[in-house]
């Protein structure tokens, strides 16, 4: 079956430091790739989807670039600051699968 | 906006006692889910829905009944309660397999 891994369960950075988050995906279908993040006290939401018609999804200063090699998608960000804290998910949705697949999520706290 | 509204937002059960959790989408959407999320585990589906009147069990359904009575209302019933269940509890909805989810905000529950 559909299968997402994400590796990282904490980060810690200080501000202005670089974020990298990696996913692996695994599916016999067409992928959709998303992240999400989570802030303390809410549901998740969607930071942004990661097209993989030209392999990158981008949102509030947040990257994500997908690999279909390597069957991987990372998110970055060039220069976090204390707001970025949050959970974060990698998650991947495969056509004719109506169960989305989420990543264990990666905890970020960012230390000012 | 897209809105799934959860309640209670949290509550407090007692072993052995019947637990309802509720759930409501105004989103039109065809797709509902119930989310476990429990520190170390990420999200996990319990039971979701593609139509009214109709769930299907998810990855770790065991202890927990399903009900969707109508497109805008999905329930998670704990029959009966235990230790283990202590957890947060997530409903979320989406449209079609390859589009964003929408998550509520969660509902805290406690069994002691």
């Known amino acids: 079956g559909d299968s997402v891994i994400q590796m990282q369960g904490q980060v810690t950075l200080s501000e202005n430091d670089f974020l990298f988050i990696n996913c692996t995906y695994s599916t016999t279908g067409y992928p959709t790739l998303f992240w999400y993040v989570q802030y303390s006290g809410e549901g998740p939401q969607l930071l942004l989807q990661?097209?993989?018609?030209?392999n990158k999804g981008s949102s509030r200063g947040f990257e994500a670039t997908y690999d279909k090699g390597t069957t991987s998608f990372h998110l970055q960000k060039t220069s976090v600051q204390e707001i970025d804290s949050a959970v974060y998910y990698c998650?991947?949705?495969?056509?004719?699968?109506?169960?989305?697949?989420f990543g264990k999520g990666t905890s970020l706290v960012v230390h000012p | 906006e897209a809105a799934v509204t959860q309640s209670p937002r949290s509550k407090v059960a007692v072993t052995g006692g019947k637990v309802t959790l509720s759930c409501h989408q105004t989103?039109?959407?065809?797709?509902m889910y119930w989310y476990r999320q429990d520190t170390g585990h990420g999200l996990r589906l319990i039971h979701y829905s593609y139509v009214a009147d109709s769930t299907e069990k998810g990855d770790i359904p065991d202890g927990y009944k399903a009900s969707r009575p109508s497109q805008e209302n999905f329930s998670l019933i704990l029959e009966l309660a235990s230790l283990s269940q202590t957890a947060v509890y997530f409903c979320?909805?989406?449209?079609?397999?390859?589009?964003?989810?929408?998550f509520g905000k969660g509902t805290r529950l406690t069994v002691v």
């Open positions: 990661v097209t993989t018609a030209n």
């Open positions: 989103n039109n959407h065809d797709y």
């Open positions: 979320a909805s989406s449209d079609r397999d390859d589009t964003e989810v929408f």
């Open positions: 998650a991947m949705r495969s056509g004719g699968n109506y169960k989305p697949t």
